[in-house]
């Protein structure tokens, strides 16, 4: 019983409705997860009276409930009709039923029938099953999360342009023998970065960046095993309901996506005819897209495992106003333009470029800021336009998250979305700093990288205060 939702469909016309109400909480309090209060509005349109439209409206208010909150936790659905308190709809619902819940809660009603069970096209998932799948799902996000971090630090000690071929078995296959290596030395030799930056590089400076490199695809493939296994497996037991199937082949898609588009990265730094300016760099672009990539699949998988290994915050989400939830997606937006922007500046070097703050240099804005012809390749290709965009989009982002923590302090929010909500707020001045320092002392490895794992970090508070403060109905 624990388990269920009750709605109760009250009529706003009904004098007696507050009795009834207070006489069923009185009957079932502390039976239900949650008892659902539903007025139906008098005169509302499309309700016909004494057709039980009360029902089919709190079914309606109850449906997006579900939709909105409880997608995996409910696997059948039921109305029952109870003498003492006129009507009562006991719900169990799950998502994939919920299109067709409301029709068949009509039919039910018109027929009048007291119990009717939905067909359940999947079994309701163990609480166990739930664990492995929200595991895997977490432990997929970790894998991104480390396969991101590890390419930052690839990034920052140029390392990305040592491994000059791309195969996605012989990859696994380092150099062996001291001629293996040579050849492949010989090999960069050829290639732009090489002539440009590292023309004093020996051999043994080189295994290093090779290493690196190889470390970052090693882990990008163990990222791919990790989530590919365990799909395969869960989707054979019937684990998967149609939602989930379709997500598991985006997830999957991107991953195999990501494998491509690092290697589509790459190969822009590697030949003279994709150079920006004939800088030995990977483009920019390419970059940002293979980034921003990493961090959808990460924000979706990180989702997706909430969605498993937690209970809906239930009692928080119904007693926030809705404009909180909305408000939480608004920030989740500014974190990710604020990390396109930051791609941006990373792939051009653009931290080197006025390394103060908050002036860049003597101007608020520098003059530099809008070289390029047409306009608009300045928000992308121009270093000065890059940084003071990122820096702009950085502090209102950080300013936004400041504000919307301050001003929720006095709405009461669930304790899993407070404590988010904390731990945002913190994390964003942390992130901040990194990003000011990371400026002021000239893009040192070690702060760069820990600015750029910071925004995974900020991304994942702010998915999780995001999850426990979905936008419910109005009841
Ligand atoms: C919410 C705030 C911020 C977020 C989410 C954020 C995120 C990012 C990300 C994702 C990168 C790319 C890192 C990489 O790929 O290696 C980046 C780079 C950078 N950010 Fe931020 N940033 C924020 C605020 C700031 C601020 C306020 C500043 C300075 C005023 C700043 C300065 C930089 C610099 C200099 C880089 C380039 C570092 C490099 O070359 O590796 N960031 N940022």
Redesign the pocket.
């Given at each position: 019983m624990q388990t269920l939702i009750i709605g109760i469909g009250l009529e706003e016309r009904d004098i007696n409705s507050d009795i009834k109400y207070n006489s069923i909480i009185h009957k079932y309090e502390n039976k239900f997860l949650k008892i659902i209060k539903t007025i139906h509005p008098n005169g509302l349109e499309n309700g016909v009276a004494s057709k039980s439209s009360h029902c089919s409206y709190c079914a309606e208010i109850l449906v997006k409930y579900y939709e909105n909150n409880l997608k995996f936790f409910y696997n059948h659905a039921m109305i029952t009709k109870d003498m003492s308190s006129r009507l009562l709809f006991r719900f169990a619902a799950n998502h994939r039923q919920s299109l067709g819940l409301l029709k068949n809660v009509q039919l039910a009603f018109k027929r009048s029938s007291a119990t009717v069970p939905l067909k359940t096209p999947l079994p309701p998932l163990s609480n166990g099953a739930k664990q492995r799948i929200g595991l895997w799902l977490a432990c997929s996000a970790g894998m991104t999360a480390g396969a991101?971090a590890l390419?930052?630090i690839t990034?920052?000690t140029e390392s990305g342009l040592s491994m000059t071929n791309w195969h996605w078995l012989n990859d696994m296959n380092p150099p062996r023998t001291a001629e293996a290596w040579q050849e492949e030395f010989e090999r960069y030799k050829r290639f732009p970065e090489f002539e440009q930056m590292n023309r004093e590089m020996t051999l043994h400076e080189f295994k290093k960046i090779y290493y690196m490199e190889f470390a970052h695809r090693m882990w990008g493939r163990a990222t791919g095993l990790i989530f590919i296994v365990p799909a395969f497996m869960f989707w054979r037991r019937g684990l998967f309901d149609k939602g989930m199937k379709i997500r598991v082949l985006i997830f999957g898609s991107l991953i195999a996506a990501q494998g491509a588009l690092g290697w589509y990265m790459v190969k822009s730094g590697l030949h003279k005819e994709t150079l920006i300016d004939g800088r030995a760099s990977v483009s920019p672009y390419r970059?940002a897209a293979h980034?921003g990539t990493a961090?959808i699949l990460y924000s979706g998988l990180l989702w997706n495992s909430f969605k498993y290994l937690t209970k809906p915050d239930v009692y928080a989400s119904t007693r926030v106003p809705r404009g909180w939830a909305i408000g939480v997606h608004g920030l989740l937006t500014?974190?990710f333009l604020?990390?396109?922007?930051?791609?941006f500046?990373?792939?051009l070097?653009?931290?080197?470029v006025y390394p103060t703050?908050?002036k860049m240099g003597d101007y608020w804005i520098p003059p530099e800021y809008s070289t390029l012809t047409p306009w608009y390749r300045n928000i992308f290709e121009n270093p000065v336009a890059v940084?003071f965009n990122?820096?702009v989009?950085?502090?209102t982002?950080?300013a936004a998250?400041l504000t919307f923590s301050l001003a929720s302090l006095s709405v009461k929010f669930g304790r899993r979305a407070a404590v988010a909500r904390n731990l945002l707020a913190a994390m964003?001045i942390v992130?901040?700093s990194?990003?000011?320092g990371?400026?002021l002392y000239h893009?040192p490895i070690s702060m760069?990288?820990a600015?750029?794992s910071?925004?995974l970090a900020?991304?994942s508070f702010a998915l999780w205060l995001a999850f426990n403060l979905k936008r419910v109905p109005k009841i």
């Open positions: 991101v390419g930052g990034r920052l970059l980034l961090f500014l974190t604020t990390v396109v922007a930051g791609a500046v990373a792939g070097d653009a931290g080197l703050f908050p940084q990122h820096r989009l950085g502090l982002t950080t998250v964003v992130q901040t990194l990003g000011i990371t400026l893009v760069a990288a600015h750029q910071g925004s900020l991304l």
